[in-house]
């Protein structure tokens, strides 16, 4: 019996890079985008093929984990490994390499499906099972990135808006409800091309070693992106756009290669003008660019040309 859940995207609203030293995050559920795992049609295109053999690669790498002692949960490998060869592939809309969580999706399927003893999304929102959930997701997930957080596939897994206050201190959280008639709003911004997690990480990563950079990410970084985050939890959108302001030009300066070139001019544009401001999708150089506007309609005409997609309105 295949399990036919639905994993929907994910969007990490705040924490991005910052997570890594020990910043906030808040991460939720984006139902625009999903996947799900399902037995072929019978047509065998060239989507199902090419996911199935994708799974096979992964569900590899998760039995030499096994083998070697380092899987943190247990599969039942049996059964995964009838099903894939019987043509089990993912069907999923989310795109790849734009930040919103296409293989934590997949890691949520695969844990929900065929994990023995598995931790249930009912019975945890706090505390030591929710630590430990995500350490196994992030051991999963480390076949995509290299070195994953586990916040991605937890999201999907969950499908609710988690907040982490620390590595070892995080829960499920109320978002505040979206107004349908708000005239400001949160959307996404398509750059046109997806993002290289890894390469983008590793260069972060280099960059930390330089004093200077590790201090602006723990002190202004951290700063700045906390701050949007409370206020933003509490519907306060003067200090969120105060915050949103300053962390956006924090990003501008310090983060170029996340910033695809093309995009810097309408970055410092809504700077400047306070119509709109840009920040970071995910670990960025392509994919989705996250947008906070007051004012819709203006951010809207200023952006002519690129398609918003909202996500939430205020």
């Given at each position: 019996m295949i399990n036919q859940s639905l994993y929907y995207a994910k969007i990490l609203l705040f924490g991005e890079y910052g997570i890594i030293e020990d910043s906030m995050g808040l991460s939720i559920p984006y139902h625009f985008y999903k996947g799900t795992l399902l037995k072929p049609s019978g047509n065998n295109t060239e989507i199902e093929t090419t996911s199935n053999k994708s799974l096979l690669d992964?569900?590899?790498?998760?039995?030499?984990?096994?083998?070697?002692?380092?899987?943190?949960?247990?599969?039942?490998?049996?059964?995964?490994?009838?099903?894939?060869?019987?043509?089990?592939?993912?069907?999923?809309?989310?795109?790849?390499?734009?930040?919103?969580?296409?293989?934590?999706?997949?890691?949520?399927?695969?844990?929900?499906?065929?994990?023995?003893?598995k931790i249930s999304a009912d019975d945890v929102n706090h505390g030591d099972?929710?630590?430990?959930?995500?350490?196994?997701?992030?051991?999963?997930?480390?076949?995509?990135?290299?070195?994953?957080?586990?916040?991605?596939?937890?999201?999907?897994y969950l499908n609710l808006p988690v907040?982490?206050?620390?590595?070892?201190?995080?829960?499920?959280?109320?978002?505040?409800?979206?107004k349908a008639d708000g005239e400001g709003a949160i959307f996404l911004?398509?750059?046109?091309?997806?993002?290289?997690?890894?390469?983008?990480?590793?260069?972060?990563?280099?960059?930390?070693?330089?004093?200077?950079?590790?201090?602006?990410?723990?002190?202004?970084l951290k700063k700045y992106n906390d701050e949007c985050i409370k206020a933003f939890l509490k519907g306060d959108t003067k200090p969120l756009f105060e915050n949103l302001k300053e962390l956006s030009s924090l990003f501008l300066e310090n983060f170029k290669p996340m910033i695809p070139e093309k995009f810097e001019e309408l970055w410092r544009k809504g700077i400047e003008t306070n119509a709109y401001y840009l920040k970071l999708c995910g670990s960025g150089g392509g994919g989705f660019i996250l947008g906070f506007t007051q004012n819709l309609d203006e951010a809207e005409k200023m952006l002519k040309g690129h398609q918003l997609q909202v996500i939430h309105k205020f």
């Open positions: 992964f569900v590899a790498y998760l039995k030499a984990k096994e083998a070697d002692g380092s899987l943190l949960c247990k599969l039942d490998f049996n059964r995964l490994q009838n099903d894939l060869e019987n043509g089990l592939y993912f069907d999923s809309s989310i795109p790849q390499g734009f930040g919103v969580g296409s293989s934590g999706a997949l890691v949520a399927a695969i844990y929900d499906g065929y994990a023995i003893n099972e929710l630590v430990k959930l995500k350490a196994i997701l992030s051991n999963m997930e480390n076949y995509f990135h290299g070195t994953s957080s586990g916040l991605d596939p937890l999201i999907c907040l982490i206050k620390s590595k070892s201190d995080m829960g499920t959280v109320m978002m505040p409800g979206s911004m398509n750059s046109g091309s997806p993002g290289k997690t890894q390469g983008m990480v590793s260069i972060f990563l280099n960059k930390l070693k330089e004093e200077g950079f590790r201090n602006l990410v723990r002190t202004r």
